[in-house]
């Protein structure tokens, strides 16, 4: 088999057969086995274990642990092969893995123990390059199995008629393709295209000479562009003097040995060239593995500091990383002050950007990360919108580039370019902001260029302000429109998050139909959501209509409009109880019977172990006496703001019962109807929805509003009027083309104007 294509991706079926042959082959457990990977506990470890056995084509003798440690070391050998056969077209002929393919047994063991050991990397004078390390196991002699045999000989075939690429990052593809997202997107690792790496160091300009780090690093696809700028830079100088300029100018540093390989690799390819010409000294290469918050790593400080760095929020972290870089977080004062709604869950890579731009940025000099937009407005991310390093001294955020519509990862998430400079400014600015558009229909392929690219996005300028001073939120702005910050501030009313109905195999039940003889009860069935964490066989039971109640999610609510869908919530509470759950002696006994029969899973969830206070076990978190007030204003969770009133809905045997949102809705419960209507057409206004778009990020968007909402106050007849043009949208007597217009004036009158001094007398 010969590769078609100068890439790596289409060695991912092979490499997956050498993983499970390693991971059956492997001697788990023992002191000269492998190291097993940190696969995490709980419903996390069931994702992972599905993932990996999915991977490697069933379930393994060591466990995900074994499966995770399997395709690691899979990937890290097809880097090396990969280098191998780099080698072997720059000089170093016995290096050549084609060859291999077809040698006897004992010379195909001999070839792979030699590569494990480092002597290629040797023989080339590259110091450090594939020396031994943690994967020198898979070939040992109890890996040395027929089966692992006839993994190796395709793969090698295969490598050897691999041509190396002449840009970009090779290993991307191949890591996306081997290792199951759940993985990768548990520790953060979104690897990103090329295009976007050029627009990213497109924002980070500098003075011909410049350094360079980019401390996370991963398989290099940041250091790849740097050492081709270089290049490009040094082109009229010898071949000696360019590897010199790239190796003292380029430096990147990683938590991760396969990312550091990978990133080394990719030095290595890219420098192919200019390393044939060079003598036999030894050199070393400049990617370094460094542990969480180390110094003393990357070389000084740069001129340019670039990169993705991970995107995990703070409790996803592995607990010696969590502890690692807690202490960072508290000795660089970046805990937010909000302990409840989202004031402790700060992203890692906003640790990251603080401590770089202290160690690695010198003075004048520009940071370019990619991260995420939620930073903007997150209160965990009061401490790094301070701009302020430990020891006081100032930086400014000077530009910023939304990425969102372009898509650029494979999970839906919002990045964007923020570009700070190490100096300080007069004074707090408008900070430039340049929305990306893509055309859907053509999205721009990974491999791609930015000279490429660029031509098919079009650019929509505007401004990011701050808002309450330092740490405050950032509203986002277009150029031309109407200015939004009057419409925020502090709101009259809380935002809740509704009730977490996790897991949803269990909770979530469709009706199937009347149970004969038997007006209590009806019949449902189990397994309505296919997406959900837990995905259970479907079971038909009966279950008390007591206990059942309308369920209402995001999907179900447009301006205006909220019907839930045909789900049924199994909901163990009622308002005498409330927040607790119905004690087991008032639990119907078939429902009860129901949950008794999940008591493992339901004790296991952390909310349950967090707030469960030793109340029962099968109780839903964020239930309280707000969850039974007859109105609510709701609102989705991810998406534009669209608001609705709900109320009481018909169930499937005629009954009106009230209705519950489950958690990814937020709403507002309300006692007065009119209260509700009026907060609803406040909500649906085009300047609020506007503002609470600027002012917030679409992948998750607040419970507690930003907006100046005021009290309901039925004597103001603007009041009065909002609450009237809610009631006829609701009723369909409204058209949008036309509630839109009414909203807007309405809103500017019930806020701005209600809020502007008056007018002394004559």
């Known amino acids: ?49 599905q993932a990996v056995e999915q991977a490697l084509g069933g379930a393994t003798p060591g466990g995900p642990e074994a499966g995770v440690a399997a395709l690691h070391a899979a990937y890290a050998w097809v880097v090396r092969l990969a280098i191998a056969r780099a080698l072997a077209g720059g000089g170093h002929p016995r290096w050549e893995p084609g060859p291999v393919a077809r040698a006897p047994a004992a010379a195909l063991w001999c070839w792979l123990e030699a590569l494990g050991a480092g002597v ?34 395709p793969l090698l075939l295969a490598i050897g008629g691999w041509t190396p690429p002449g840009g970009g990052d090779a290993f991307r593809a191949l890591y996306h393709a081997l290792i199951p997202p759940a993985l990768r997107h548990a520790l953060g690792e979104f690897y990103t295209p090329r295009w976007l790496v050029q627009a990213v160091l497109a924002e980070a300009p500098a003075d011909p000479g410049w350094t360079a780090l980019d401390p996370c690093c991963g398989s290099g696809a940041f250091l790849v562009e740097l050492v081709a700028e270089v290049l490009a830079e040094t082109a009229n100088q010898s071949p000696g003097a360019r590897l010199e300029a790239v190796l003292g100018r380029v430096r990147g540093l990683d938590v991760n040995p396969l990312a550091v390989l990978a990133a080394q ?26 542990a969480v918050g180390a110094e003393g790593a990357g070389g000084g400080r740069h001129d340019r500091v670039v990169g993705n760095p991970p995107w995990v929020a703070w409790r996803d972290l592995p607990e010696a990383h969590r502890a690692a870089l807690g202490s960072l977080r508290e000795a660089r004062g970046l805990r937010g002050a909000d302990r409840w709604v989202g004031g402790t869950d700060l992203n890692v890579c906003a640790v990251l950007a603080h401590l770089a731009l202290e160690r690695w940025v010198r003075p004048g000099g520009t940071l370019a990360f990619l991260m995420p937009r939620q930073l903007l407005h997150l209160r ?41 400079r190490r100096a300080a400014t007069a004074g707090p600015a408008p900070v430039p902001l340049v929305t990306w558009r893509a055309d859907a229909a053509r ?26 001073g330092a740490g405050g939120a950032y509203l986002l702005e277009g150029a031309r429109a109407k200015p939004l910050a009057p419409y925020l501030g502090a709101s009259a009313y809380r935002g809740r998050r509704a009730t977490e109905t996790s897991p949803h195999a269990v909770f979530w039940l469709r009706p199937v139909g009347p149970i004969a003889g038997d007006d209590a009860t009806w019949l449902v069935e189990t397994g309505v959501n296919p997406r959900a964490r837990r ?19 995001g999907r179900d609510i447009r301006p205006f409009t909220a019907t839930p869908g045909e789900v049924l919530l199994l909901f163990p509470h009622d308002a005498a109880h409330a927040p607790g759950p119905l004690p087991p002696e008032v639990m119907p006994p078939a429902a009860r019977a129901y949950l008794d029969a999940h008591e493992p899973l339901l004790a296991a969830r952390s909310s349950q172990r967090a707030y469960g206070g030793g109340k029962p076990f099968y109780g839903l978190w964020r239930v309280g006496p707000y969850t039974f007030l007859p109105w609510k204003v709701v609102w989705p969770e991810v998406g534009t703001l669209r608001a609705a009133v709900v109320g009481m809905a018909p169930t499937p045997w005629g009954e009106q019962k009230l209705v519950v949102p489950e958690g990814k809705v937020n709403f507002i419960g309300c006692s007065d109807p009119a209260e509700a209507h009026f907060l609803c057409a406040l909500l649906n206004a085009p300047p609020l929805v506007a503002a609470y778009a600027g002012s917030t990020s679409e992948t998750g968007r607040p419970a507690r509003l930003p907006l100046a909402l005021p009290r309901h106050d039925a004597t103001r007849w603007t009041h009065r009027a909002l609450a009237a043009v809610s009631r006829a949208a609701h009723g369909g007597r409204l058209r949008p083309e036309r509630w839109a217009r009414v909203l807007t004036w309405l809103a500017e009158r019930a806020i701005l104007r209600a809020r502007a001094p008056a007018t002394p007398a004559a």
């Open 1 to 49: 088999m010969a590769l078609q294509a100068a890439t790596l991706e289409a060695l991912a079926p092979l490499a997956r057969t050498l993983a499970r042959a390693l991971a059956l082959g492997a001697p788990w457990g023992r002191e000269d086995g492998p190291s097993q990977a940190t696969v995490p506990v709980g419903p996390r470890r069931e994702r992972w274990s």
């Open 120 to 153: 290629p990397g040797d023989d080339a004078a590259i110091e450090g390059l594939l020396a031994p390390d943690g994967f020198r196991w898979v070939t040992s002699a109890a890996c040395r199995t027929p089966v692992a045999e006839a993994a190796w000989r």
């Open 265 to 290: 690799a990719n030095m290595v390819l890219a420098l192919a060239p200019l390393l044939v010409a060079r003598g036999r000294g030894p050199l070393r290469l400049p990617v370094e593995l460094v």
């Open 380 to 420: 965990a991310a009061e401490g790094l919108r301070r701009w302020q390093l430990p020891d006081g001294e100032r930086v400014t955020l000077v530009g910023l580039s939304d990425w969102t519509a372009t898509r650029p990862f494979e999970a839906a998430c919002a990045p964007l370019t923020w570009v700070v």
């Open 443 to 468: 999205a721009p392929g990974a491999e791609a260029g930015w000279d490429d690219v660029r031509p098919t996005l079009a650019a929509c300028l505007g401004t990011a302000v701050q808002q309450g």
């Open 535 to 553: 995905v259970t066989s479907p079971q038909q039971l009966g279950v008390e209509r007591a206990v059942l109640a309308p369920l209402l999610r």
